[in-house]
C-alpha cells in the first residue's frame, strides 16, 4: 500500500501550505520533528512564490528518510527540460526520497488546453538523453489529473496520479481508470472543528477560490454536484471535500478513500490562523493514522 515504483510512502501523508510562508529555520524545526513522529511522506504545492524543486530540496536536506512529494510542480513555472534536470539531481543526491508530482496548475498557460499542454510537456521530458552517470536511484514521476483522459495519460505516462479536492465516489471512478498497478495518491482536507455551522463556514472560505476556477468547477460537475450547489457551496459539497468533527469522526471518513481504492492519502489540515502551526493537528493525526513505531 502507498507504493510508487516500489517507493513506499506509506497509507497516509501530510500535505500543507504551511511551508510556502514560513522562515526556512522553522520549516527545518517543523518537518524534522513530523519525521521524528513517523510521517513518510510529505506533499507540498507550488503556489505562493517558492520554487517546486528548491523547497523540495531543502525539505530533502533537512530529513533523513522522509519522501518529498511535490504536488504540484506546474509546468507553467519551468521548461520540461529544467524540471527534468532539478528531479534527476534529486533522485541522486536524495536516493528513493522525491517524487515529481506534475500538474497544469493554470497560471500562464491558462487559455491552453490542459492534456494537450501535459501531453506535450511529457514528450518534451522523455526525449532528453539522460545524462552520465545516472543517478543512484530512479527518478518517479506522477501527475495532477482528475478527469477520464487525464487519469489515463497518467496511467500511460507516468506512475501514477494525484487527486485534489475530490471526494470518495471520484477515488473510486479514478481507481478503476488507472487500474490496478497505477498509483493513486489522494489528497483531502481535513478541520478539527465538531460545530456544524463554524465548520461549514470555515470551509467554504477554504473551498471559495476552487469553486469558482473554471478547471475545479468542471471537476464538481462530473462528480456530479449541481450549478448551484457548486456557486453557493452546499452543505453536501462542503462535507464531502472537508472531512471535519472529532478525530475519531475525521480518521474514520480518510479511511474511506483507502477503501475505495487510493494507495496513499496526503491530510491537509485546514482552519489555522496565520501565523500559528498545524503541528498539534499533525500530532494528532500521527497518534492515530501510524502504526506502532512510527510510518504510516
Known amino acids: 500500500m502507498g507504493s510508487i515504483d516500489g517507493l513506499d510512502l506509506g497509507t497516509f501523508g501530510l500535505y500543507t501550505f504551511d511551508f510556502e510562508v514560513q522562515p ?59 524540471a527534468y534536470g532539478a528531479a534527476l539531481l534529486l533522485a541522486d543526491a536524495y536516493p528513493d526520497r522525491h517524487v515529481l508530482g506534475l500538474g497544469f496548475g493554470g497560471g500562464q498557460g491558462a487559455a491552453s488546453k ?17 545524462p552520465n552517470p545516472l543517478p543512484k536511484a530512479p527518478m518517479r514521476r506522477i501527475m495532477a489529473a482528475y478527469g477520464p483522459k487525464m487519469l489515463e495519460l497518467a496511467r ?63 471537476k464538481f460537475r462530473r462528480l456530479g454536484y449541481s450549478e448551484e450547489e457548486i456557486a453557493g457551496g452546499s452543505d453536501r459539497i462542503v462535507d464531502d471535500l472537508v472531512f471535519w468533527g472529532d478525530l475519531d469522526t475525521i480518521v474514520e471518513k480518510l479511511h474511506a478513500h483507502v477503501e475505495a481504492g487510493a494507495d496513499h492519502v496526503a491530510v491537509q489540515v485546514i482552519g489555522i490562523e496565520p501565523g500559528e502551526s498545524a503541528m498539534p493537528y499533525w500530532r494528532l493525526l500521527g497518534e492515530a493514522l501510524l502504526p506502532q513505531g512510527g510510518n504510516a
Not at 43 to 64: F, K, M, Q, V
Not at 176 to 199: M, N, Q, T, W, Y
Request: proline share 4%.
Open 156 to 218: 500511460e505516462r507516468t506512475a501514477g496520479a494525484q487527486t485534489y479536492h475530490v471526494n470518495v465516489a471520484h477515488t473510486a471512478q479514478a481507481r478503476d481508470i488507472l487500474g490496478p498497478d497505477a498509483f493513486l495518491g489522494v489528497e483531502h482536507a481535513v478541520l478539527f472543528e465538531s460545530d456544524p455551522d463554524k465548520a461549514r463556514a470555515i470551509a467554504r472560505k477554504h473551498l471559495h477560490i476552487y469553486l469558482n476556477t473554471p478547471y475545479n468547477i468542471a
Open 114 to 130: 490542459p492534456l494537450a499542454s501535459m501531453t506535450a510537456y511529457l514528450d518534451e521530458m522523455d526525449a532528453l538523453q539522460t
Open 24 to 82: 526556512a529555520a522553522r520549516i527545518r524545526e517543523s518537518v524534522q520533528e513530523l519525521e521524528e513522529q513517523g510521517w513518510r511522506s510529505l506533499w507540498i504545492p507550488e503556489l505562493l512564490g517558492r520554487d517546486a524543486l528548491t523547497h523540495a530540496g531543502y525539505l530533502l536536506s533537512c530529513t533523513e528518510q522522509m519522501r518529498i512529494i511535490n504536488g504540484i510542480a506546474q509546468i507553467w513555472s519551468r521548461g520540461a527540460r529544467w
